[in-house]
């Protein structure tokens, strides 16, 4: 992630994240006031737990926590916690071996009960019935003492909140979605309720009454702070001016529109007068994340989207130079440099027939994303298939997977079958226009659909 970098995603050196200090572990508190947070674990030796990046046993060595110290605590129901770090779980191993962060799917033996102790601390203990042990950082870390004494008790701060990631971590069913403030109403008429996802797009032209970009910037950020007060996911977009024309633009020659080579290299190489001129657009477009970020809103961000389809000026350039150099530059910027912690990376495809060849030419890496999307047009001809979901999977591992955009809604059936979507977002008109009100509201009352009445508020 990205801290919500997410953490558990994030290239960026975060050894100086103190975390507030009221949030630090020094009476007990119960387990529900760690759910949806990153935290660290430190042992009574001083030393931090380390995932160790999911490449060996873990250990509690580490004297600072970095990345591979930090981990996402997700409610696994029935008073169970799981623990995700570089989007992996921690597994007790059944206390037969070591433990490892290596898990792409919780199950048993990578769930724990969490003890408060009398001392503040915490002990876990695994489906073994025996708890997680330090070992004293003498060596890697094991879930097979009993009872819990020193070496078994830890600290644990909290360095950020992922209540939202932890809601797609955790959820078994579908968030409804919608594109669009002005559909955000509609789809409460047709279903009697309101959509779970409210989606925007900074855009390249304002919109909605607004005469300027700046207006058009202000009414999404009110908009998305008044949703994400209601208990919505907040999920935004930019389809943006291409860095050879000002801001706003046309669709057409605009957003619609292509760079030469030597533009593309000029854009993506540090100093040079394309990648000036985006990092400046980055500086305004900014000043709006950041805005939502003093409001403690976290955003869906989804930047980039479709780019394995070679309309939009910054997409369909596969391969490490191409547009994934664009997506990196652009995450790092505004993660390292603008400091914005508060975004849940979307990396995002259309559903072509290049698929699953597309998931490995366009992949920026696992740092640089927290949730793969797809956004399904029948651009192959088909819609919701079992292949393209099992392509999904397959590269997404043990991180969430989304419907970026669709036209034609899924039904409750095929998201019964395809249970790890786990929002979808309507597009736009073209919700009313490809769905009949009654599959809507079929859709929005379905059991296996969450709307915004079933979330658990930020």
């Known amino acids: 992630m990205a801290v919500?970098?997410?953490?558990?995603?994030?290239?960026?050196?975060?050894?100086?994240?103190?975390?507030?200090?009221?949030?630090?572990?020094?009476?007990?508190?119960?387990?529900?006031?760690?759910?949806?947070?990153?935290?660290?674990?430190?042992?009574?030796?001083?030393?931090?737990?380390?995932s160790e990046n999911g490449t060996q046993a873990m250990t509690c060595t580490r004297p600072a926590a970095q990345a591979w110290e930090q981990f996402m605590v997700i409610d696994a129901g029935s008073g169970k916690i799981e623990l995700l770090s570089m989007g992996k779980f921690v597994s007790s191993e059944n206390g037969t071996q070591p433990m490892d962060c290596n898990r792409v799917l919780a199950q048993a033996w990578e769930q724990f009960t969490?003890?408060?102790?009398?001392?503040?601390?915490?002990?876990?203990?695994?489906?073994?019935?025996?708890?997680?042990?330090?070992?004293?950082?003498?060596?890697?870390?094991?879930?097979?003492?009993?009872?819990?004494?020193?070496?078994?008790?830890?600290?644990?701060?909290?360095?950020?909140?992922?209540?939202?990631?932890?809601?797609?971590?955790?959820?078994?069913?579908?968030?409804?979605?919608?594109?669009?403030?002005?559909?955000?109403?509609?789809?409460?008429?047709?279903?009697?309720?309101?959509?779970?996802?409210?989606?925007?797009?900074?855009?390249?032209?304002?919109?909605?009454?607004?005469?300027?970009?700046?207006?058009?910037?202000?009414?999404?950020?009110?908009?998305?702070?008044?949703?994400?007060?209601?208990?919505?996911?907040?999920?935004?977009?930019?389809?943006?001016?291409?860095?050879?024309?000002?801001?706003?633009?046309?669709?057409?020659?605009?957003?619609?529109?292509?760079?030469?080579?030597?533009?593309?290299?000029?854009?993506?190489?540090?100093?040079?007068?394309?990648?000036?001129?985006?990092?400046?657009?980055?500086?305004?477009?900014?000043?709006?994340?950041?805005?939502?970020?003093?409001?403690?809103?976290?955003?869906?961000?989804?930047?980039?989207?479709?780019?394995?389809?070679?309309?939009f000026w910054w997409a369909g350039r596969p391969g490490p130079a191409g547009t994934v150099a664009l997506y990196k530059l652009t995450h790092d910027y505004l993660v390292n440099t603008k400091g914005l912690t508060n975004l849940i990376w979307v990396w995002n495809l259309q559903d072509f027939g290049t698929l699953s060849s597309d998931l490995t030419a366009y992949d920026p890496g696992p740092d640089y994303w927290d949730v793969l999307a797809l956004d399904v047009y029948w651009s192959d001809g088909t819609g919701f298939t079992t292949a393209k979901y099992n392509a999904m999977l397959a590269k997404a591992g043990s991180k969430p997977i989304a419907i970026g955009e669709c036209g034609t809604l899924p039904t409750a059936g095929t998201l019964t079958s395809q249970p790890r979507w786990v929002y979808f977002n309507g597009w736009a008109e073209l919700t009313q226009q490809q769905n009949t009100n009654a599959v809507i509201s079929s859709l929005y009352n379905s059991g296996n659909v969450v709307t915004l009445d079933e979330l658990p508020g930020w």
Request: overall charge positive; some cysteine; hydrophobic content about 35%.
């Open 114 to 311: 969490w003890i408060t102790n009398a001392n503040g601390t915490v002990s876990l203990q695994g489906s073994n019935g025996d708890f997680v042990s330090s070992e004293n950082g003498l060596a890697p870390i094991t879930c097979s003492r009993t009872p819990a004494q020193a070496w078994e008790q830890f600290t644990v701060t909290i360095v950020s909140n992922a209540k939202v990631l932890n809601n797609l971590y955790s959820s078994h069913k579908t968030v409804a979605g919608q594109q669009g403030m002005q559909y955000w109403q509609p789809m409460k008429d047709i279903s009697g309720k309101y959509p779970g996802y409210w989606g925007e797009d900074f855009s390249f032209q304002p919109f909605q009454g607004t005469t300027t970009m700046a207006q058009w910037r202000s009414l999404v950020t009110s908009t998305a702070k008044t949703r994400w007060a209601s208990g919505a996911m907040i999920g935004l977009m930019f389809h943006a001016c291409p860095p050879t024309q000002a801001e706003p633009c046309q669709w057409d020659g605009g957003v619609k529109s292509a760079l030469t080579n030597a533009q593309w290299t000029d854009l993506i190489t540090n100093g040079g007068t394309l990648n000036n001129n985006w990092k400046a657009r980055l500086d305004i477009f900014a000043a709006s994340l950041q805005d939502l970020k003093n409001n403690g809103v976290t955003v869906i961000f989804r930047p980039f989207h479709e780019m394995n389809q070679g309309v």
């Open 4 to 50: 919500l970098c997410l953490i558990l995603s994030c290239k960026k050196d975060i050894t100086t994240l103190k975390g507030d200090a009221s949030l630090r572990t020094t009476t007990p508190r119960a387990v529900t006031d760690f759910i949806g947070k990153i935290v660290t674990f430190k042992g009574n030796n001083g030393k931090y737990i380390s």
